[in-house]
């Protein structure tokens, strides 16, 4: 460990420590987390995927993205909003996703109230997008402290108030709060890491929706 929340790998490069040092979670750390996100199956899956991980960790989560890709034909929501009572048999039986009948029946909900979020807004990502804090709400310097302190925002609460009037459910501020930070909504690689740089970078970049 160097500072407090960061750790330095084989590689000599210093990261967030979260990932533990787990080959596949520290690739899905380099890769994916905090990369801003627009495209609207990706935002689906990823808000879904933090539902199931209620009362779970995030790895045990990750490590069965593929089988629920395949149980919820790929977070294509418009499909998911068809699914029946068929389905969520089928999805209670399936041993490669998380089998918990109120996650299961939630994302279901879900797209169905996504596809009237994109009917009102014409993408899921230009409303969540939305959402994302002003300069003025971030934290003067992102450390582990911080974040560990804060694992909801002022943010994070306005958009699970307000997806939950639309009729969302397990979008709670701290399910929330993740789904921004994977998203990129937020950059949350702490100072010190090697991916902050990058993703600040490829967010001033990014042409929003």
């Known amino acids: ?44 899956e990823k808000i879904c995927l933090e539902g199931f991980q209620s009362g779970l960790s995030w790895l045990t989560i990750l490590r069965k993205r593929d089988g ?16 029946g009572e068929d389905d969520i048999a089928r999805c209670l039986a399936d041993p490669g996703i998380v089998r918990h009948r109120g996650k299961i029946v939630s994302t279901i909900n879900n797209a169905r109230r996504a596809q ?7 993408t899921l990502a230009r409303y969540f997008w939305s959402f994302e804090p002003a300069p003025e709400e971030r934290p003067a310097r992102v450390d582990w402290v911080t974040i560990s302190a804060n694992p909801t925002t002022p943010t994070s609460v306005r958009l699970s108030k307000d997806l939950k009037k639309r009729g969302w ?22 100072e010190g890491c090697c991916w902050r740089g990058e993703v600040e970078w490829k967010r001033k970049a990014l042409i929003r929706p």
């Open 1 to 44: 460990m160097t500072e407090r929340g960061l750790t330095v790998g084989e590689d000599g490069k210093t990261r967030c420590a979260w990932h533990g040092n787990l080959d596949d979670y520290r690739r899905y750390h380099d890769e994916e987390w905090g990369q801003p996100v627009t495209s609207d199956i990706r935002l689906f």
């Open 68 to 83: 629920f890709r395949a149980a919820f034909a790929g977070f294509d929501f418009d499909r998911v909003a068809a699914f």
């Open 116 to 122: 009237a979020l994109r009917d009102e807004f014409g």
């Open 169 to 190: 459910t397990f979008v709670g501020p701290t399910t929330v709060y993740a789904f921004m930070q994977a998203m990129g909504l937020v950059n949350d690689h702490i």
